[in-house]
């Protein structure tokens, strides 16, 4: 009896650690090609006015630059494909604000959040001010004749 329990510790133990290793590999792998950046994302935020601070909705993760594309992936997931895929085209950002309320405990200290809107969805994204000046020069860095708006 105390051979299957002792068995059945290190079964999980080593479950566990392999999921570990998992996790870290799949970060690895999406990092690997460069360009990547930490970026929390609120997809269907509320409206501007709608005064909703309530830090809920906001899915941390890792964004990562492909040509006219941003990849967003989600940190906590074994998923190899991207959660969100944001073509630059289709990107109009509305507005820039810090966290408010419990925002503040849901995002990393030093974000910022990113209104926009995305093919008629109001999304929000939070990052730090570096990876904002380098998202925004993404932007506004479109081919010429791409319809680029950036408040």
């Not at 570990?20 to 935020?45: K, M, P, Y």
């Not at 810090?98 to 994204?125: F, I, K, N, Q």
């Amino acid at each position: 009896m105390v051979l299957v329990v002792a068995l059945c510790v290190v079964a999980v133990v080593v479950l566990v650690l392999l999921g570990l290793f998992v996790f870290g590999l799949r970060r690895r792998l999406i990092q690997r090609s460069g360009g990547t950046f930490d970026c929390s994302l609120r997809w269907d935020a509320p409206a501007p006015d709608a005064d909703d601070a309530s830090g809920k909705g906001w899915g941390y993760g890792i964004a990562r630059y492909n040509g006219d594309r941003v990849e967003w992936f989600r940190v906590f997931s074994y998923a190899p494909r991207p959660r969100r895929v944001l073509e630059r085209a289709a990107i109009e950002v509305t507005g820039r604000r810090a966290p408010e309320g419990e925002e503040e405990l849901a995002l990393l200290s030093d974000a910022v959040v990113l209104a926009c809107t995305h093919r008629g969805a109001r999304l929000e994204l939070a990052m730090s001010e570096d990876a904002l000046t380098g998202f925004l020069a993404w932007l506004e860095a479109a081919p010429p004749g791409q319809r680029v708006n950036v408040a």
